[in-house]
């Protein structure tokens, strides 16, 4: 069992490049969510989506698109890439049934940098 | 909005003793969830625990406890016989019970364990 799956683990890009994170977890999870974690701020959230079609923004989305057009599938955009953005990036997900306390299940994790 | 606070910023313990990092944060709600995360060098985010704010019983999980004091905002994590395996970042993190998505959490900065042999 794969759980959540994120590539690359590690990207180094130039200011203004774009590129794509991808995440796909095989655990048939309906809600997805990407993260970044930068030192002395934790994990911040970027995007989540509760299903297919759909997405809203989290606490830090500037910069950044996602779309969900499978369940198992929710990459993260990043269409011009600005230094700031140079952070680990964690994708995670969860079960909408079960337990409502049932905790994020999170990817390894990418490493960006912009130069 | 929630924020989530750890004061400190690294704790060191001695291979078999305990250490309590801490964890504070500011609600206006009632109903929520507490975690505590831990993150290893190989980046892999691991819960550790979890408390129900309802629930007035402090979680244990093994080695691993909390002192949930609710009207305090507090949450902190006690880990008992210290190993070295337990080297790692912590993070304590918040979920709204309102939040059904379960994927808004807010986090604290973080706590850097170090074990010493």
């Known amino acids: 069992n794969a759980g959540v799956t994120q590539t690359p683990k590690f990207q180094v890009l130039k200011t203004g490049q774009s590129m794509t994170l991808q995440c796909a977890q095989d655990?048939?999870?309906?809600?997805m969510s990407w993260y970044r974690q930068d030192p002395g701020m934790g994990l911040r959230l970027i995007h989540y989506s509760v299903g297919a079609g759909i997405t809203d923004q989290g606490e830090v989305p500037n910069g950044y698109n996602v779309s969900r057009s499978t369940t198992e599938d929710f990459p993260l955009r990043l269409l011009s890439a600005a230094p700031s953005q140079t952070s680990v990036y964690f994708c995670?997900?969860?079960?909408?049934?079960?337990?409502?306390?049932?905790?994020?299940?999170f990817g390894n994790g990418t490493r960006l940098t912009v130069t | 909005a929630q924020t989530v606070t750890q004061s400190q910023p690294e704790m060191s313990v001695q291979e078999a003793e305990t250490v309590t990092l801490s964890c504070t944060y500011d609600?206006?709600?009632?109903?929520?969830?507490l975690f505590w995360y831990k993150q290893p060098p190989s980046r892999q985010m691991i819960l550790v625990i979890r408390q129900e704010a309802y629930k007035q019983q402090n979680a244990t999980e093994n080695r691993f406890s909390v002192n949930f004091q609710k009207a305090a905002k507090s949450f902190s994590l006690k880990i008992s016989d210290s190993q070295l395996g337990d080297a790692a970042m912590y993070f304590c993190?918040?979920?709204?019970?309102?939040?059904?998505?379960?994927?808004?959490?807010?986090f604290g900065e973080g706590t850097q364990l170090t074990v010493n042999p």
């Open positions: 655990m048939n999870h309906e809600y």
């Open positions: 995670a997900s969860r079960p909408a049934a079960g337990s409502i306390n049932s905790p994020l299940h």
């Open positions: 993190a918040y979920r709204s019970a309102r939040e059904t998505s379960g994927s808004r959490l807010t």
């Open positions: 609600t206006s709600e009632s109903d929520y969830y």
